[in-house]
Every structure is written in structure tokens, then in C-alpha cells.
């Protein structure tokens, strides 16, 4: 086949303790779905879950330094449970659903909540707030049958050592069994696909040179410092 140009180097994740990769598909992420971060959202109790998408090439994997975004005076951070999928499907059960998942790490959804609240008022797509470059840091992907299926653990986030973000696995308001499983009625799913799975309370604004910490009871850490 003959490109016009030379194709993108696919995205890679590592895998823990491997000298493997996971090759990223596409991104999804969940919104919403703690029922506190809902509610600092203006949301109020369980919502059904609704999704957005990162382009695959804005995550960081590792703990490099991330690129202060453009366009924003309000960037904030979303620590997140990250499923990786190793086995596609559509209309997938819920009782079906973990054993289409390879693996699982921390990452975080940084938001850019000024163009987002602007969009919002404005009823326009807020793709911009979400899915701009670096806006993806991601840890190592944990292979399931190292972690188990996890659902419950601390989830948090700290910002220059002060805890901003501190949460459970188990306040999410619809489980990672039920967000795939909700995801594949919209989408089939495929081998390589990423699903943020929303983040607890906590979200706070971020600057130039703040370190961001995080980590996943069970799963790993992250960290990253904003130049």
C-alpha cells in the first residue's frame, strides 16, 4: 500500500512487570460516574452513564511532564481507573463483561473547565475541554490476572503533596461490569480499546509546575509535573 505519507507510530501503552505493549485502539471515558463529583458538577444522584472520547494519540504513558495546555485559565485534573480491553464485542451482558477486560491502570483526564462550562451554556460539543494534546497521562496497564477484577480500593490524587482527590472504587455509581456492558449497546468494542471510568470528588485547578501524584489501591501509581 502506498501512503501519501508515512503513517503515525501506533499508541503503546506498557504492561507491568512485561516487556510488552498494549496497542490503544480508541478512548472512551465515562462521565460522572461518582455520585460526588456529580454533584460538585451540579448533577444530582445516579445518572445513567453517558460517554465522551479522547483522541488515542493525547495520552502520556509514564511519568514525564506534561504541556500546559493553550486556551484555557482553568485546567483541572480527574484521577481515573483506566480498563483496558483485550476481547471486542457488542450488546456485551453484564455478566460477560469483565472477561472482555486485559487489564486496568490509573490515568487522568485533564479538563480544560472553562472551554467545557463555556460549551455547556452554549450547547455546543466540548471535544476541545477533553480531548487536546497531552490531555491523557496514563500509568502501566496491570494485566487482570495479576490484579484480579477490581471493585473496591483508594483512588486518589494529590496536588504538590496535598491530597486534593481521595475516593473508593466502590462509590462508583455503575461498576466497570456495567459501564462495558452499557458502552457496547452504543459501540462494538474491539481489542486495544481504553475506558476512563470517571473520577471521584475533589477536581481542583491546576498551574504550571504543580506535581500531580496518583495512585489505584492495588493498581499503581502516577506522576506527573506540569511545565
Not at 66 to 84: C, G, M, R, S, W
Not at 114 to 120: T, V
Request: charged content about 15%; aromatic content about 8%; hydrophobic content about 40%.
Amino acid at each position: 500500500m502506498n501512503y501519501v505519507f508515512s503513517p503515525a507510530a501506533p499508541v503503546a501503552i506498557p504492561v507491568s512487570q512485561s516487556d510488552s505493549f498494549f496497542p490503544v485502539r480508541r478512548v472512551y471515558c465515562v462521565g460522572q460516574n461518582y455520585a460526588a463529583h456529580a454533584a460538585e458538577m451540579g448533577g444530582d444522584g445516579r445518572q445513567p452513564p453517558f460517554f465522551f472520547s479522547k483522541p488515542a494519540d493525547a495520552l502520556v504513558p509514564g511519568n514525564g511532564p506534561i504541556k500546559y495546555p493553550t486556551q484555557t485559565n482553568k485546567l483541572q485534573h480527574e484521577v481515573e481507573l483506566v480498563v483496558a480491553i483485550g476481547q471486542g464485542g457488542a450488546d456485551i451482558q453484564v455478566d460477560q463483561a469483565l472477561s472482555h477486560v486485559f487489564g486496568y491502570t490509573v490515568g487522568i483526564d485533564l479538563t480544560r473547565r472553562d472551554l467545557q462550562a463555556a460549551a455547556k451554556n452554549q450547547g455546543r460539543p466540548w471535544d476541545l475541554a477533553k480531548g487536546f494534546d497531552q490531555s491523557g497521562p496514563i500509568g502501566a496497564i496491570v494485566a487482570a490476572e495479576q490484579c484480579g477484577h477490581p471493585s473496591s480500593g483508594r483512588i486518589r490524587l494529590s496536588v504538590n503533596g496535598t491530597v486534593t482527590q481521595d475516593g473508593d472504587l466502590a462509590q462508583m455509581s455503575w461498576n466497570v461490569a456495567e459501564v462495558i456492558a452499557n458502552l457496547s449497546t452504543y459501540v462494538q468494542l474491539a481489542a486495544g480499546d481504553l475506558i476512563f471510568t470517571g473520577t471521584p470528588a475533589g477536581v481542583s485547578t491546576v498551574v504550571r509546575g504543580d506535581v500531580l501524584s496518583c495512585a489505584i489501591e492495588g493498581i499503581g501509581t502516577l506522576e506527573t509535573t506540569l511545565v
